[in-house]
């Protein structure tokens, strides 16, 4: 790794590192995960998320409340129906990144 090109200060650092932590928790956990990676691919309903992924809907909707309120996803109603969506640029990244090392066909994954 290389040596930054400009000294960070301090407090931002510490603000920063104190941001990515909270964004590392909120993915730390499997069902929220597996939530964020659908989601990244496209918006999708409660009923949805819950055939696709199993997770059964009183989980399903304490974990997309926890993605709310981290202002990783956010809803948009249509008719008696709400839909859910990535909103958060930084997750989005962190997911492909996510994907990258994790998910994508050993063909295209990096060596380690």
């Known amino acids: 790794m290389s040596p930054p090109e400009a000294t960070i200060d301090l407090d931002t650092m510490r603000a920063s590192?104190?941001?990515?932590c909270r964004l590392m928790k909120v993915l730390s956990n499997p069902d929220r995960l597996l939530l964020l990676?659908?989601?990244?691919q496209g918006?999708?309903?409660p009923s949805d998320l819950e055939a696709e992924l199993g997770i059964v809907q009183p989980t399903l909707s304490q974990q997309l409340g926890v993605l709310r309120d981290e202002g990783l996803v956010a809803t948009r109603r249509d008719g008696k129906r709400i839909h859910y969506h990535l909103s958060s640029d930084r997750a989005r990244a962190?997911?492909?990144?996510?994907?990258?090392?994790?998910?994508?066909?050993?063909?295209a994954a990096p060596s380690a």
């Open 37 to 40: 990676c659908q989601l990244a």
């Open 94 to 107: 962190v997911m492909q990144v996510l994907y990258a090392q994790f998910c994508a066909p050993a063909s």
């Open 17 to 20: 590192a104190a941001e990515a």
């Open 43 to 45: 918006e999708r309903c």
